[in-house]
Protein backbone atom coordinates (compact mmCIF):
# COMPACT_ATOMS: atom_id res chain seq x y z
CA UNK A 1 0.00 0.00 0.00
CA UNK A 2 1.04 3.34 -0.49
CA UNK A 3 2.03 5.67 2.04
CA UNK A 4 1.31 9.55 2.64
CA UNK A 5 3.22 11.00 -0.39
CA UNK A 6 4.67 14.58 -0.23
CA UNK A 7 6.08 16.63 -3.28
CA UNK A 8 8.23 18.19 -3.70
CA UNK A 9 11.34 16.27 -1.57
CA UNK A 10 13.64 19.18 -1.64
CA UNK A 11 12.96 23.05 -2.82
CA UNK A 12 15.11 25.89 -2.45
CA UNK A 13 13.57 28.87 -3.15
CA UNK A 14 14.15 32.72 -2.81
CA UNK A 15 13.22 34.99 0.09
CA UNK A 16 9.62 36.27 -0.86
CA UNK A 17 8.65 33.63 -3.02
CA UNK A 18 5.54 31.76 -2.73
CA UNK A 19 6.09 28.01 -1.51
CA UNK A 20 3.32 25.52 -2.02
CA UNK A 21 4.00 22.23 -0.54
CA UNK A 22 1.50 19.21 -1.28
CA UNK A 23 0.09 15.91 0.21
CA UNK A 24 -1.81 12.86 -1.04
CA UNK A 25 -2.71 11.16 2.68
CA UNK A 26 -3.07 7.23 2.88
CA UNK A 27 -6.55 5.80 1.07
CA UNK A 28 -9.25 5.96 3.46
CA UNK A 29 -7.32 8.05 6.46
CA UNK A 30 -10.14 11.09 7.38
CA UNK A 31 -7.58 12.91 9.39
CA UNK A 32 -4.69 15.21 7.86
CA UNK A 33 -1.68 16.82 9.53
CA UNK A 34 1.01 19.26 8.58
CA UNK A 35 4.31 19.47 10.51
CA UNK A 36 7.18 21.39 10.88
CA UNK A 37 10.53 19.71 11.70
CA UNK A 38 13.69 21.85 12.83
CA UNK A 39 16.22 21.92 15.15
CA UNK A 40 15.28 24.45 17.80
CA UNK A 41 11.91 23.11 17.89
CA UNK A 42 11.80 19.87 17.01
CA UNK A 43 8.19 18.52 15.80
CA UNK A 44 5.69 21.38 15.53
CA UNK A 45 1.82 20.17 14.43
CA UNK A 46 0.80 22.93 12.62
CA UNK A 47 -2.31 21.94 10.88
CA UNK A 48 -4.92 19.30 11.50
CA UNK A 49 -7.52 18.22 9.25
CA UNK A 50 -10.87 16.22 9.66
CA UNK A 51 -12.69 15.01 7.02
CA UNK A 52 -10.66 17.73 4.88
CA UNK A 53 -12.16 20.26 7.39
CA UNK A 54 -9.56 22.53 9.26
CA UNK A 55 -9.85 21.37 12.93
CA UNK A 56 -6.90 22.92 15.11
CA UNK A 57 -4.59 25.33 13.15
CA UNK A 58 -2.96 27.32 15.82
CA UNK A 59 0.07 26.01 15.52
CA UNK A 60 0.71 27.82 12.07
CA UNK A 61 3.04 30.53 12.88
CA UNK A 62 1.66 33.41 10.87
CA UNK A 63 -0.72 34.68 7.95
CA UNK A 64 1.67 34.08 5.08
CA UNK A 65 0.94 30.11 6.03
CA UNK A 66 -1.93 28.62 4.79
CA UNK A 67 -3.37 25.42 4.34
CA UNK A 68 -6.32 23.79 2.65
CA UNK A 69 -7.55 20.16 1.78
CA UNK A 70 -10.48 20.18 -1.28
CA UNK A 71 -10.81 16.85 -1.29
CA UNK A 72 -10.11 13.30 0.92
CA UNK A 73 -6.93 12.82 -1.40
CA UNK A 74 -5.13 16.17 -0.98
CA UNK A 75 -3.83 18.88 0.75
CA UNK A 76 -1.83 21.94 0.20
CA UNK A 77 0.73 23.51 2.29
CA UNK A 78 1.29 27.00 1.03
CA UNK A 79 3.89 29.95 2.37
CA UNK A 80 3.64 33.38 0.99
CA UNK A 81 5.84 35.14 1.23
CA UNK A 82 8.32 33.04 2.42
CA UNK A 83 11.33 33.38 4.71
CA UNK A 84 14.72 32.15 5.49
CA UNK A 85 13.40 31.23 8.69
CA UNK A 86 11.09 29.16 6.78
CA UNK A 87 13.48 26.42 6.11
CA UNK A 88 12.41 23.52 7.75
CA UNK A 89 11.35 19.90 6.90
CA UNK A 90 7.51 20.10 6.36
CA UNK A 91 5.92 16.35 6.61
CA UNK A 92 2.85 15.81 5.98
CA UNK A 93 0.45 12.64 8.12
CA UNK A 94 -2.49 11.07 8.01
CA UNK A 95 -4.93 8.34 10.42
CA UNK A 96 -7.75 6.98 10.57
CA UNK A 97 -10.15 8.37 12.78
CA UNK A 98 -10.05 11.14 15.33
CA UNK A 99 -9.59 10.20 19.34
CA UNK A 100 -6.49 10.11 21.03
CA UNK A 101 -4.70 6.83 20.44
CA UNK A 102 -5.10 6.82 16.44
CA UNK A 103 -1.61 5.90 14.96
CA UNK A 104 -0.17 8.58 12.80
CA UNK A 105 1.50 7.56 9.50
CA UNK A 106 4.16 10.27 8.26
CA UNK A 107 5.11 11.17 4.72
CA UNK A 108 9.23 11.34 4.16
CA UNK A 109 8.95 14.98 3.88
CA UNK A 110 9.51 18.50 1.90
CA UNK A 111 12.81 19.79 2.69
CA UNK A 112 12.32 23.35 2.05
CA UNK A 113 15.22 25.81 1.99
CA UNK A 114 14.88 29.57 1.93
CA UNK A 115 17.85 31.44 1.08
CA UNK B 1 -0.86 19.03 30.16
CA UNK B 2 0.76 16.05 28.38
CA UNK B 3 4.46 16.26 27.51
CA UNK B 4 7.22 13.79 26.63
CA UNK B 5 10.97 13.94 27.88
CA UNK B 6 13.66 12.20 26.42
CA UNK B 7 16.50 12.85 28.90
CA UNK B 8 19.21 11.41 25.69
CA UNK B 9 20.24 13.68 23.08
CA UNK B 10 22.47 11.35 21.20
CA UNK B 11 23.40 7.92 22.83
CA UNK B 12 26.72 5.87 21.32
CA UNK B 13 26.72 2.37 21.49
CA UNK B 14 28.76 -0.61 19.46
CA UNK B 15 27.34 -2.74 17.07
CA UNK B 16 25.75 -5.96 18.75
CA UNK B 17 25.37 -4.05 21.93
CA UNK B 18 22.02 -3.91 23.67
CA UNK B 19 19.98 -0.59 23.81
CA UNK B 20 17.41 1.27 25.94
CA UNK B 21 16.09 4.90 25.09
CA UNK B 22 14.56 6.02 27.51
CA UNK B 23 11.14 8.19 27.69
CA UNK B 24 9.40 9.60 30.81
CA UNK B 25 5.84 10.84 30.26
CA UNK B 26 3.32 13.60 31.42
CA UNK B 27 -0.37 12.51 30.87
CA UNK B 28 -3.81 13.15 32.67
CA UNK B 29 -5.47 9.84 31.67
CA UNK B 30 -4.40 6.46 30.50
CA UNK B 31 -1.43 7.19 28.46
CA UNK B 32 -1.21 6.40 24.52
CA UNK B 33 2.28 5.78 23.63
CA UNK B 34 4.37 5.42 20.78
CA UNK B 35 7.98 4.98 19.46
CA UNK B 36 9.10 6.40 15.75
CA UNK B 37 11.98 6.24 14.29
CA UNK B 38 13.40 9.12 11.90
CA UNK B 39 16.19 7.51 9.34
CA UNK B 40 18.20 10.47 7.60
CA UNK B 41 16.57 12.13 5.14
CA UNK B 42 13.04 9.81 6.07
CA UNK B 43 9.97 10.82 7.76
CA UNK B 44 8.98 9.07 10.99
CA UNK B 45 7.84 5.53 10.55
CA UNK B 46 6.04 3.79 13.40
CA UNK B 47 8.32 1.09 15.47
CA UNK B 48 5.64 0.53 18.34
CA UNK B 49 2.67 1.67 20.08
CA UNK B 50 1.15 0.89 23.49
CA UNK B 51 -2.46 1.48 24.30
CA UNK B 52 -3.71 -0.95 27.30
CA UNK B 53 -2.68 -4.84 28.03
CA UNK B 54 0.62 -6.64 27.92
CA UNK B 55 2.94 -3.34 29.45
CA UNK B 56 6.01 -5.04 27.34
CA UNK B 57 5.07 -4.24 23.59
CA UNK B 58 6.77 -5.80 20.56
CA UNK B 59 7.64 -3.84 17.25
CA UNK B 60 9.30 -3.99 14.09
CA UNK B 61 12.71 -4.41 13.46
CA UNK B 62 13.60 -6.41 16.57
CA UNK B 63 12.33 -3.30 19.18
CA UNK B 64 10.44 -3.31 22.28
CA UNK B 65 9.16 -0.98 25.10
CA UNK B 66 8.24 -1.46 28.80
CA UNK B 67 5.10 0.82 30.15
CA UNK B 68 5.98 1.59 33.94
CA UNK B 69 2.88 3.63 35.00
CA UNK B 70 4.82 3.94 38.51
CA UNK B 71 7.98 5.39 36.66
CA UNK B 72 5.58 7.80 33.79
CA UNK B 73 7.87 5.63 31.81
CA UNK B 74 8.07 4.44 27.98
CA UNK B 75 11.65 2.66 27.37
CA UNK B 76 12.76 1.55 24.20
CA UNK B 77 15.08 -1.69 24.07
CA UNK B 78 16.43 -3.77 21.68
CA UNK B 79 19.20 -6.52 22.83
CA UNK B 80 21.43 -6.46 19.66
CA UNK B 81 22.03 -3.53 17.72
CA UNK B 82 22.60 -3.48 14.04
CA UNK B 83 24.59 -0.50 12.31
CA UNK B 84 21.47 -0.22 10.20
CA UNK B 85 20.02 1.37 13.85
CA UNK B 86 22.00 4.48 13.86
CA UNK B 87 18.56 6.76 13.49
CA UNK B 88 16.53 9.34 15.11
CA UNK B 89 14.22 8.01 17.64
CA UNK B 90 11.42 9.84 18.91
CA UNK B 91 8.91 8.71 21.78
CA UNK B 92 5.08 10.29 21.81
CA UNK B 93 2.15 10.49 23.52
CA UNK B 94 -1.46 11.30 22.58
CA UNK B 95 -2.38 11.08 19.25
CA UNK B 96 -4.66 12.92 16.56
CA UNK B 97 -4.14 16.88 17.19
CA UNK B 98 -3.10 15.96 20.77
CA UNK B 99 -0.15 14.55 19.94
CA UNK B 100 3.29 15.46 21.47
CA UNK B 101 6.39 14.34 20.56
CA UNK B 102 9.72 14.57 22.33
CA UNK B 103 12.94 16.08 21.47
CA UNK B 104 14.35 12.89 20.30
CA UNK B 105 17.06 10.77 20.77
CA UNK B 106 20.04 10.66 17.95
CA UNK B 107 21.65 6.60 18.31
CA UNK B 108 25.14 6.49 16.16
CA UNK B 109 26.12 2.99 16.01
CA UNK B 110 29.67 2.04 16.42
CA UNK B 111 31.87 -0.82 13.99
Known amino acids: DAGVIQSPRHEVTEMGQEVTLRCKPI?????LFWYRQTMMRGLELLIYFNNNVPIDDSGMPEDRFSAKMPNASFSTLKIQPSEPRDSAVYFC?????????????FGEGSWLTVV | AQSVTQPDIHITVSEGASLELRCNYS??????LFWYVQSPGQGLQLLLKYFSGDTLVQGIKGFEAEFKRSQSSFNLRKPSVHWSDAAEYFC?????????FGAGTRLTVKP
Open chain 2, 92 to 100: AVGGNNDMR
Open chain 1, 93 to 105: ASSTGTGTGNTIY
Open chain 1, 27 to 31: SGHNS
Open chain 2, 27 to 32: YGATPY
